[in-house]
Each structure stands twice: as C-alpha cells, then as structure tokens.
T-cell receptor, first 115, second 112 residues
Framework: GAGVSQSPSNKVTEKGKDVELRCDPI?????LYWYRQRLGQGLEFLIY????????KSGLPSDRFSAERTGESVSTLTIQRTQQEDSAVYLC?????????????FGNGTRLTVT | RKEVEQDPGPFNVPEGATVAFNCTYS??????FFWYRQDCRKEPKLLMS???SGNEDGRFTAQLNRASQYISLLIRDSKLSDSATYLC?????????????FGRGTSLIVHP
C-alpha cells in the first residue's frame, strides 16, 4: 500500500522567505509526527498530531515554525522568515495511533536549503 | 544527560563478523523500544521492535534490560548490505503524550 508521502522532496529558498512542507500520512494512521535532521545529526522532534490536535508542540524551535493537520490526514509544516540554520531534512512519520506499541513509518523527507 | 544515548561509532567490521550495539535511556518509565536503520541520505526504516523477553529476526537479535535501562542489537554473520546507521527509539508516556525519542545512531561499516 502507499506509504508516507512528502512534498516537495527538495526546496531551495532565500533567507527571509516562507516555506510550506507537506505530509500525506498512511491512510488510517491517526498519529503524525514531524522531525528535523540536520546534516550528520540525529532526529530532533518538532511536533506531533493525534487526529487533528497537537498535544505536544514543545519541539518547535521558535514561533517562526507552525504546523497544522486537517481531516486527520494531510499535515503542513510552515516556516516563516527562514534562516540559514533552518537548513535540514524535515521528516514526517505516521503511526496507527500515538501509543506505546505503534512504530513510526517515515516519508522520504523534504531537504530544505536556505541560501 | 541525553534521554537516549548511543555510541556513534563507526563500528568497522569484516563480512561474517558478529557485532553488537547498545543504547541507554534515562527515563525509567519508558515502555516501548524499537531499532531503526537509516541509510545515507535516506529516511529511517523500522528494523524491529524490542520485546521484554528479547526477540530475534533472522540474523538480528534485540534485547531489553530494564534494570540497567538499555537495549541492545546483535547482528550475526554481517553482510556488506548491513552497512548503515542504526537508531534506537524509546517511547515514553508523559502528560498523556507519547513521544518517540531517537538516539543519534551508531554507524556500522561492513567491509569485504
């Protein structure tokens, strides 16, 4: 079946511009997660959704970052006034539910480069 | 102290070798554990869950030691294709939220 889909796969933007990253989770998966991975670094948790609600936004690095999810499906991560330190791969994952025994399934990621 | 810690390696081993990685976690309330594999410039992929009694999947064996708060991954008869970064993942419940926390990964290089 279809896996997690992210778009665009690559995005180059100028410093100060806004960008929007999209994630289509596996159909029926109620939990959706956003992570950031800088080059050579580990995965940094940003935010997760259970349904359309975000119980935990603690990982968002600043108020320039926001995310929403609609229809318990598609999610968008928006970064306003991008900075060079925002350059990273943004990974989206979904799981059947936000529980203890639900492994995450990742999309291919969006590679963001801020020039 | 980081929540989930792994030796970054790299572990450089010949084909056919047995290699083991450990991952320690700080939250004693952690309840679910997984191993993921990440190839260079690719997304992480689930390798296996880690069960309390330990579990095996082919050449891979995962174990959990709750008393010492670590999980391990053993790879037997290493193949060239096993070269990758291995990430451990710990899920803990906090305030009604379940946040999977990833280690930074252990790099494995299998050479001919």
């Amino acid at each position: 079946g279809a896996g997690v889909s992210q778009s665009p796969s690559n995005k180059v933007t100028e410093k100060g511009k806004d960008v929007e990253l999209r994630c289509d989770p596996i159909s029926g998966h109620t939990a959706l997660y956003w992570y950031r991975q800088r080059l050579g670094q580990g995965l940094e948790f940003l935010i997760y959704f259970q349904g359309n609600s975000a119980p935990d936004k603690s990982g968002l690095p600043s108020d320039r970052f926001s995310a929403e999810r609609t229809g318990e499906s598609v999610s968008t991560l928006t970064i306003q006034r991008t900075q060079q330190e925002d350059s990273a791969v943004y990974l989206c994952a979904s799981s059947a539910n936000a529980g203890l025994n639900s492994p995450l399934h990742f999309g291919n990621g969006t590679r963001l480069t801020v020039t | 102290r980081k929540e989930v810690e792994q030796d970054p390696g790299p572990f450089n081993v010949p084909e056919g070798a047995t290699v083991a990685f450990n991952c320690t976690y700080s939250n004693s309330a952690s309840q679910s554990f997984f191993w993921y594999r990440q190839d260079c410039r690719k997304e992480p992929k689930l390798l296996m869950s880690v069960y309390s009694s330990g579990n095996e999947d082919g050449r891979f064996t995962a174990q959990l030691n709750r008393a010492s708060q670590y999980i391990s991954l053993l790879i037997r008869d290493s193949k060239l294709s096993d070269s990758a970064t291995y990430l451990c993942v710990v899920i803990s419940q906090g305030g009604g939220s379940y946040i999977p926390t990833f280690g930074r990964g252990t790099s494995l290089i299998v050479h001919p």
